[in-house]
T-cell receptor
Framework: AQSVAQPEDQVNVAEGNPLTVKCTYS??????LFWYVQYPNRGLQFLLK??????LVKGSYGFEAEFNKSQTSFHLKKPSALVSDSALYFC??????????FGTGTRLTVIP | DAGVIQSPRHEVTEMGQEVTLRCKPI?????LFWYRQTMMRGLELLIY????????DSGMPEDRFSAKMPNASFSTLKIQPSEPRDSAVYFC?????????????FGPGTRLTVT
C-alpha cells in the first residue's frame, strides 16, 4: 500500500537545539516529497520539496530535509530550533501516478 | 497576491441545513483541491479540479457532498443535508498546475460546526 508515515505524533526540543521531524514513505515510482507547516488556526504552508537532484533540500525559515532513497525517508531538520517553530508539520508525497498522500502530522514543541 | 481566499471563516448550522463553502484560488493557478481536517481523521483530500474539471472525487464522503468549479476563480463545496459528523475544518488549496512537482497553497480554512 502506498502511504506516508510520520512515526512521532509529538516532538519536543529545547530552543537552540537541533530538531528532526521524521517522515518515511512507500510509493510506486519516483516520489516527489513535500513538507508543510500548520500554525494554529491557519492553513498549511509550503516549506520545501524534493523533486530530483541534490538529496539535501533547503527551504523556508532555515529548514532543510534530506531525501534518502535507500531508507525511503525524507526527514525535516533545522540546526537551531526557535520557539516560533512550534507548530504541526506534515509530510506529503506524490507518486508516479500523481496520487497525493499526506502524513498524519507531527506536533513540534520548542521549549524556551 | 492575496493568497487563497475562503469564506466564511466560521459557520455554525443546525443538522439538516444546507452549507455552502466558498473558495477563490490564487490567480493563475490551474488546480484546486478541497480538504477536510479533523482530530480523528487528520487531513483528508475530498476532491480536486484541474482547469475547472473535477479529476478525482473519490474522497468525497457521500452523496450529501458536492463540489463545483464554474470558472477559474471560484469553487464551492456544498453539504446538503449537513450532519454533526460533518463538523471539521475545510481547507481549499490551489497549485500552479496539476503536475506532481507543484506545491499547494492553502487557504485559512472554514471551521464548520453542525449542531
Amino acid at each position: 500500500a502506498q502511504s506516508v508515515a510520520q512515526p512521532e505524533d509529538q516532538v519536543n526540543v529545547a530552543e537552540g537545539n537541533p530538531l528532526t521531524v521524521k517522515c518515511t514513505y512507500s510509493v510506486s515510482g519516483n516520489p516527489y516529497l513535500f513538507w508543510y507547516v500548520q500554525y494554529p488556526n491557519r492553513g498549511l504552508q509550503f516549506l520545501l520539496k524534493y523533486i530530483t537532484g541534490d538529496n539535501l533540500v533547503k527551504g523556508s525559515y532555515g529548514f532543510e530535509a534530506e531525501f534518502n532513497k535507500s531508507q525511503t525517508s525524507f526527514h525535516l531538520k533545522k540546526p537551531s530550533a526557535l520557539v516560533s517553530d512550534s507548530a504541526l508539520y506534515f509530510c506529503a508525497v506524490r507518486d508516479g501516478a500523481n496520487n497525493l498522500f499526506f502524513g498524519t502530522g507531527t506536533r513540534l514543541t520548542v521549549i524556551p | 497576491d492575496a493568497g487563497v481566499i475562503q469564506s466564511p471563516r466560521h459557520e455554525v448550522t443546525e443538522m439538516g441545513q444546507e452549507v455552502t463553502l466558498r473558495c477563490k484560488p490564487i490567480s493563475g493557478h490551474n488546480s484546486l483541491f478541497w480538504y477536510r481536517q479533523t482530530m480523528m481523521r487528520g487531513l483528508e483530500l475530498l476532491i480536486y479540479f484541474n482547469n475547472n474539471v473535477p479529476i478525482d472525487d473519490s474522497g468525497m464522503p457521500e452523496d450529501r457532498f458536492s463540489a463545483k468549479m464554474p470558472n477559474a476563480s471560484f469553487s464551492t463545496l456544498k453539504i446538503q443535508p449537513s450532519e454533526p459528523r460533518d463538523s471539521a475544518v475545510y481547507f481549499c488549496a490551489s497549485s500552479l498546475d496539476f503536475g506532481r512537482s507543484y506545491e499547494q497553497y492553502f487557504g485559512p480554512g472554514t471551521r464548520l460546526t453542525v449542531t
